[in-house]
């Protein structure tokens, strides 16, 4: 915030330029708060994104909060020094794949220190959350509908596939887009657009072939567009096993093998760009050796030349 | 599990007094896998507890399971070497006080990897995980009832007020209370027998003054003649808040000055033996200054003399 402040003095001559370079600016900061496919209750899925140069953020996901929060400040990622100032002030809304605890869990932990924001996700998450987590029962109702009484800190958004829709005090445009996870479970891939530049979040999903499915070949024909006009900045997508897991006992998961096959089709759809935009591995379930051999996998079965990326708890990616 | 093996042979010619003194055998061990009441997902209510020298612990309550254990296998607190290892061997059943997502979050979010075994608790609290988190659209219906799928990897055991029950594959018998939680939400207390020693555990409660409830008064009633016997070996219970905070707005919670009112009460009961029995603070809820001020306020009302003690995720305490 200071640095902003700072610069705006600085630059108060030239504000036209200022006010101009703002309504162009591209790219994303992103920050993972936690990057695990389950078991570590410090680390699961859950990463804020803003538009470049803004402190607005959205979340994508909400597995762990305060435990990501407190590693992005230890390394001073923020100029807010505590894990509770930061939530409250530069997450301006949470985005939500799925229902499926390791991706709300933090959210529902510290909805009690939180501050009134928004929450979007297609009528079967919002269902979850006001069905089995923001119920008197199981924990208060801190949603905007459901069990009384109704806290109503949080207000319910609920998202309609392939439509864009604005989120409010940030830079960011958001169109979500269906994914199988264990068909008919639905989880959600995330679109999010500042100005002309996009970043592509995928929550847990299977390949259509195993899911028997056509939501991710839908989805790389929405973005092939994107990653041939290079405004496609980034793709984030999970990887939670490797390849000596059986199709069956996926769960509506991704390994290696089938992650390459879904890019290859992706790349084709992108007449063979697609090596051009960074692929963040998310979601890698741990094990002893589970994700050395996911990333040996990976690297082995690269032959469309992709650049493949690792995401780590605290760690910010500019792009 | 070594070191018993070894003391097993050691002791082979002596299996007579091997047995008595097992039979015998007093005191507890017990390693708080998570401490606060809130906020920090890496850290919530959990405690490991065994009959003292044996490997068959219990789980109280289950807010967070794996990053605790990370911390008790990294001071090498069990021969295993991986958290999922101890998880699956050496906690034999969860008996959980009430189904708030801060008790049972680790729980839940480690079933995947966990192994089959009991689930104990009052019918309020085994409802909740039943109708709110193990579904199958939460999550998945590990349980033993509920939606179908019926994966049957817990087993719930609903608990009767006051009836002591053995607890399979370990050395403890435990009889349950039940508490108030902002009245009538029901929280539970667990008071856990190892042949004549006893431990007592509460889950969150709220002192009877302010829930208008006398479970407290009927707690300490039924414990007050093991505090004289000397057979009471601690008592954990939580302190949430510092004494700022007011009346309305704890929540089924206490503070310093609610908690040594109860303390009192109990002391009074006891013919002023209370002092001999250590008195963990549990559940202290994080902000920058609540542990020091509910410290500072607990040793400057302390006037009857009691031994305050304070809990340490990952820290192995003997009793």
């Known amino acids: 915030m200071r640095l902003h402040l700072i610069l705006f003095g600085f630059l108060l001559p030239f504000i036209g330029i200022e006010a101009q370079s703002q309504t162009t600016s591209t790219g994303f900061s992103i920050i993972p708060l936690g990057v695990k496919g389950?078991?570590?209750?410090?680390?699961?899925?859950?990463?804020?994104?803003?538009?470049?140069?803004?402190?607005?953020?959205?979340?994508?996901?909400?597995?762990?909060?305060?435990?990501?929060?407190?590693?992005?400040?230890?390394?001073?990622?923020?100029?807010?020094?505590?894990?509770?100032?930061?939530?409250k002030n530069n997450i301006k809304a949470y985005f939500i794949s799925h229902a499926h605890l390791d991706h709300v869990a933090g959210l529902i932990l510290n909805s009690p220190n939180d501050v009134a924001k928004n929450i979007f996700g297609f009528t079967s998450v919002i269902e979850i959350l006001k069905n089995n987590y923001f119920t008197a029962k199981s924990w208060a109702n801190f949603g905007s509908e459901g069990d009384k009484p109704i806290l109503n800190k949080y207000t319910y958004n609920y998202l309609t596939p392939g439509k864009e829709i604005e989120v409010a005090q940030t830079e960011l445009k958001v169109t979500p887009y269906i994914l199988s996870?264990?068909?008919?479970?639905?989880?959600?891939?995330?679109?999010?657009?500042?100005?002309?530049?996009?970043?592509?979040?995928?929550?847990?999903?299977?390949?259509?072939?195993?899911?028997?499915?056509?939501?991710?070949?839908?989805?790389?024909?929405?973005v092939a567009d994107k990653v041939v006009a290079k405004t496609?900045?980034?793709?984030?997508?999970?990887?939670?096993?490797?390849?000596?897991?059986?199709?069956?006992?996926?769960?509506?998961?991704?390994?290696?093998?089938?992650?390459?096959?879904?890019?290859?089709?992706?790349?084709?759809?992108?007449?063979?760009?697609?090596?051009?935009?960074?692929?963040?591995?998310?979601?890698?379930?741990?094990?002893?050796?589970?994700?050395a051999s996911i990333k040996k996998e990976l690297a082995v079965g690269n032959t469309e030349g992709l650049t493949i990326k690792y995401v780590e708890q605290g760690k910010a990616i500019e792009r």
Chains 1, 2 share one sequence.
């Open 232 to 291: 496609l900045k980034a793709i984030f997508i999970e990887v939670s096993f490797n390849n000596a897991m059986p199709d069956k006992s996926l769960y509506g998961h991704l390994t290696p093998r089938l992650l390459l096959q879904e890019m290859k089709e992706l790349n084709k759809l992108s007449n063979g760009q697609l090596p051009n935009v960074p692929i963040y591995i998310t979601h890698i379930k741990p094990c002893a050796t589970c994700e």
């Open 38 to 87: 389950g078991l570590d209750e410090a680390n699961l899925s859950s990463y804020m994104l803003a538009a470049k140069g803004s402190n607005n953020y959205i979340c994508l996901d909400a597995g762990t909060i305060h435990a990501g929060l407190q590693k992005a400040v230890a390394t001073k990622l923020f100029t807010e020094t505590s894990a509770e100032e930061v939530q």
């Open 181 to 222: 996870h264990v068909n008919p479970y639905e989880s959600s891939a995330f679109l999010v657009r500042n100005n002309n530049s996009y970043l592509l979040y995928l929550g847990d999903t299977g390949a259509d072939v195993v899911e028997k499915s056509t939501q991710l070949n839908l989805l790389w024909k929405a």
